[in-house]
């Protein structure tokens, strides 16, 4: 009899009247065009078994069955009588099958094996698991491959479940994971509308609901979508592995130490998931759901939630660049003062984290630091909360006003000699931003960390290098300076005993650079510059981390000028089609972007005739890149105020941080009307690399 995937080919052939063509079943069955070939002949044979004459295959008519509608109803019969399941799976769905094997065992399972079970071919699970794979990455967590042994799961258990969690949440979306709880709960749905039928198949969806209904009555919260699907999977996953096999034995950290002061409430939870389940968790498990609820009760917006950093990082830096046209500051090119921002309002979009309360009368030289800066951030903050829908309280708008004092003291340019201190305070948040900021106001200083006091013991222990320690409050070491978060007087006098004081007050190095520009030609522009930076003593305001510039990021292969696109959507996937044919991508972030703009499609243009299309999630990006693409005639996305779109940048990046130099240059080539009307006239792609590099180095 045949199997699965040739019988819905067969029923296919069956159903249209005119014949299907070999590429076309492949790309709509998502396997090679031999398999399919394989899958035909078996079908021949079968035809020929029951007396009905074999496929049809013209070169120019495709692949027809030729039989009559009496031999047609008979082979719908023998399939029907057969029993088996005739409806070929989706990659999403042989994805979820693929993970509920490899859950469910301890033993290695061959590709081999799994080919068989799910009845595809070797080479499409091979290409499966790679896909899994990419999406596996949960600190200890690994998907094993051994030869001649096959594949199987390692690592600690709680990575592994929340391995799952993250994988699923990449794969189902809120909405349709509601419906599918929803309709399965009620006996509506099927397999065929239920993907999730192919991980969970052996869990019941009412005892997991129950779980969860009980889990708040205990926490006496009633949970939003994003949370109770986060709450779903994880039981579900838990269930599914105690279901198969044990994991008894104590767990890595006591359950208490995760849940403090709520000991009781977990305690309950347990109960109550062990009385629904019917069945005892041990501890791994309770440390486990102690995680769990942890995760759900503090970081309600982060479960499940697709932030579309991207956005946020564009309104944010034309906040900045507000705010440095307010004062007359080139804050855009403070690579420092972006990362700060962006890491605060990452954090609150993340966990709605607010920057810690403070007594104001300890900061009694607030207006005095503030009285110019502040202001200018209160008539800029709309632009930030319109962008990314927070409102932003009295200390976080102060939080960012110092942010802003800090980024104005890099405006100095620093001596060779500095000191390495560091800087203690009770929580390592507001008095330690005022106490570097005063330190690097008065001294040569290279404050190395900033920590609350109950982290020093363990930062000595593990450092074990000689610093000179600046504390806010008293500490029971050594050696070590007491001072006022603003620096008193009296502070600075004692502090001239150990610390250098400023003597350079200007900015030197830009113009090294613009001098050594007119009468030299460059060879290495980037290393020149590192090189004046390390001799001036600026060395440690360099990168740590590999931040590419929008000339390594723009290159000529992703430029494509005068494209002729009939819509957006055309644009959108061309623009992003030259990512992917360059390996900065794969096909599905183009569809992520697609379904992204389907939503809200207007807010990519981010400014007049310009669009940003991108995914919200890093899923399917390989690096950081962003492709050029000059449209012949503009196309409208429907963004009244800045249609129609002559040029898109497709963008994808891998993380919510290494990208944002790129992106501060990218804001200020799209801010400059010259640099437009410049690639406007560009003839050739030579001619943009040029602009862009000459951008890009500035």
Not at 195 to 222: A, G, H, M, N
Not at 529 to 535: A, P
């Amino acid at each position: 009899m045949l199997k699965s995937r040739a019988i819905y080919i067969l029923r296919q052939l069956m159903q249209k009247k005119e014949g299907f063509f070999l590429p076309d079943l492949a790309f709509q069955l998502d396997i090679r065009p031999r398999t399919v070939r394989y899958e035909l002949d078996e079908i021949d044979c079968f035809l020929t078994e029951n007396g009905v004459p074999r496929l049809e295959r013209k070169n120019k008519a495709g692949i027809c069955f030729v039989g009559t509608e009496e031999q047609k109803a008979k082979i719908e019969k023998l399939l029907k009588n057969s029993g088996a399941y005739t409806r070929v799976l989706s990659q999403r769905e042989r994805l979820f099958d693929i993970f509920y094997r490899l859950l469910t065992t301890k033993e290695y399972v061959t590709s081999y094996e799994i080919a068989e079970k799910i009845d595809v071919s070797r080479s499409t699970v091979i290409n499966d698991l790679s896909k899994i794979k990419k999406h596996y990455p949960h600190r200890s967590a690994e998907i094993q491959t051994v030869a001649h042994y096959g594949v199987k799961i390692t690592g600690d258990e709680t990575d592994i479940r929340n391995s799952v969690v993250y994988f699923l949440q990449s794969y189902i979306k809120i909405e349709e994971a509601m419906r599918i709880i929803k309709n399965t709960s009620s006996g509506q749905g099927g397999k065929e509308d239920n993907p999730l039928f192919y991980i969970f198949r052996d869990i019941s969806y009412e005892q997991v609901d129950s779980c969860i209904k009980k889990i708040e009555c205990r926490t006496k919260k009633v949970y939003p979508d994003n949370i109770y699907i986060y709450l779903f999977f994880s039981l579900s996953v838990m269930m599914l592995r105690i279901s198969k096999y044990s994991h008894g034995g104590k767990g890595g950290c006591e359950k208490e130490s995760l849940f403090r002061g709520e000991e009781r409430t977990l305690q309950l939870v347990i109960e109550d998931i062990e009385k629904t389940m019917k069945v005892p968790l041990a501890d791994t498990d309770a440390v486990y759901i102690a995680q769990v609820l942890n995760y759900a009760l503090h970081y309600e917006n982060l479960a499940h939630k697709n932030i579309n950093y991207i956005d946020q990082q564009v309104v944010m830096l034309e906040f900045i660049d507000y705010v440095g046209r307010k004062l007359d500051v080139e804050f855009i090119k403070d690579e420092i003062l972006i990362d700060a921002l962006n890491e605060y309002i990452c954090t609150v979009l993340n966990n709605g984290a607010k920057t810690q309360a403070y007594k104001r009368d300890a900061f009694s030289r607030f207006p005095e630091l503030l009285i110019n800066i502040l202001p200018v951030v209160e008539e800029a903050i709309p632009i930030m909360e319109k962008g990314s829908g927070i409102r932003f309280s009295e200390n976080g708008k102060e939080y960012i006003a110092f942010a802003f004092l800090e980024a104005l003291q890099r405006q100095r340019s620093f001596s060779k000699q500095k000191e390495d201190v560091l800087v203690v305070c009770a929580s390592g948040q507001l008095t330690s931003r005022l106490m570097n900021y005063w330190l690097n106001v008065m001294f040569e200083v290279n404050v190395i960390d900033i920590i609350p006091y109950n982290q020093l013991e363990r930062y000595i222990q593990k450092t074990k290098t000689e610093v000179l320690i600046i504390s806010t409050i008293p500490l029971d070491i050594g050696q070590y300076v007491k001072v006022n978060p603003i620096l008193t007087s009296e502070d600075v006098d004692i502090l001239k005993k150990y610390l250098p004081t400023r003597v350079v007050d200007y900015d030197i190095a830009a113009a090294v650079m613009n001098v050594v520009s007119e009468h030299c030609r460059i060879k290495d522009y980037k290393l020149l510059y590192d090189d004046i930076l390390n001799v001036l003593g600026l060395g440690e305001y360099k990168k740590h981390v590999e931040k590419p510039l929008l000339e390594e990021v723009i290159i000529p292969d992703n430029i494509l000028l005068d494209a002729e696109c009939a819509d957006w959507r055309e644009a959108v996937v061309t623009a992003g089609e030259m990512l992917m044919k360059n390996g900065y991508i794969q096909k599905e972030y183009i569809d992520d972007i697609l379904e992204t703009l389907s939503e809200k499609r207007e807010y990519v243009v981010i400014s007049r005739g310009i669009a940003l299309p991108h995914a919200r999630s890093f899923n399917h990006v390989n690096r950081i890149g962003m492709s050029l693409l000059r449209l012949k005639r503009p196309v409208y996305f429907g963004n009244r105020g800045n249609d129609p779109v002559e040029f898109v940048f497709c963008f994808c990046t891998t993380d919510n941080k290494s990208h944002l130099e790129a992106l501060r240059q990218f804001n200020i080539m799209i801010s400059d009307s010259s640099v437009m009307d410049a690639l406007r006239m560009a003839e050739a792609k030579e001619d943009v690399v040029r602009i862009i590099k000459t951008l890009s180095r500035k």
